[in-house]
């Protein structure tokens, strides 16, 4: 597996702003996603972020709202524009490694919108 | 769209014995079934997976079962133990035009000692 670190692990937002949230990975992976996770739900997913080239989001999530970059192999941002309630959520980075299957998750960041 | 349905919700059982989860999934071009389990506060983790062209694994107390033809796939626990207790989801993965994970709706799972 790899090693996935976020930051920050939590917020607390006024609405209106806008906050980045970081993935690292400690070694070079394929593919990174964005998940989101609202209270007591499942993963949905919000895009999958491409290096060099502009992400590919889901239906529901556009980039307006959740521009993401992905300068690298290892690091991608995620962030949350112009919050509301709404956005209150846990937000989940995810990687996958070469032509290996398996998914894995970052620690979340828990996001609070007052 | 792709859908995974996940039952049940939510699932009680005795220390010791077997807890049962079961997930449909409607995309035939689904090759690639993980299991995660998420601990209160913590990240989902990857528990088991199955291939498509395979029909049970299994795990030490955890197995996994998959019927590609009625697309049904399920996570079978035995001797279940308080520390089994999470919220488990089931996903299904394409792996054709892009690499994509639908996850199931999860199953909280209580074992009572």
């Known amino acids: 597996s790899a090693v996935i670190s976020q930051k920050p692990s939590r917020d607390i937002c006024q609405r209106g702003t806008s906050l980045t949230i970081q993935c690292q990975v400690d070694s070079q992976v394929t593919m990174m996603f964005w998940y989101r996770q609202q209270p007591g739900q499942s993963l949905t997913l919000i895009a999958t972020a491409n290096q060099g080239s502009e992400a590919t989001y889901e239906s529901g999530f556009v980039i307006d709202k959740f521009p993401i970059s992905r300068p690298n192999l290892t690091f991608s941002t995620l962030t949350v524009s112009n919050m509301s309630p709404e956005d209150s959520s846990i937000y989940l980075c995810?990687?996958?490694?070469?032509?290996?299957?398996?998914?894995?998750f970052g620690p979340g960041t828990r996001l609070t919108v007052t | 769209g792709e859908n995974v349905e996940q039952h049940p919700s939510t699932l009680s059982v005795q220390e010791g014995d077997s807890a049962v989860i079961k997930c449909t999934y409607s995309d035939s071009a689904s090759n690639y079934f993980p299991w995660y389990k998420q601990e209160l506060g913590k990240r989902p983790q990857l528990i088991i997976d199955?291939?498509?062209?395979?029909g049970e694994k299994k795990d030490q107390r955890i197995a996994v079962t998959l019927n590609k033809t009625a697309k049904h796939f399920s996570l079978h626990i035995t001797e279940t133990q308080p520390e089994d207790s999470a919220v488990y989801f089931c996903?299904?993965?394409?792996?054709?035009?892009?690499?994509?994970?639908?996850f199931g709706a999860g199953t909280r799972l209580f074992v009572k000692a």
């Open positions: 996903a299904a993965s394409t792996n054709t035009g892009g690499f994509k994970t639908i």
């Open positions: 199955i291939r498509s062209n395979v």
């Open positions: 995810s990687v996958r490694r070469g032509t290996s299957v398996e998914q894995y």
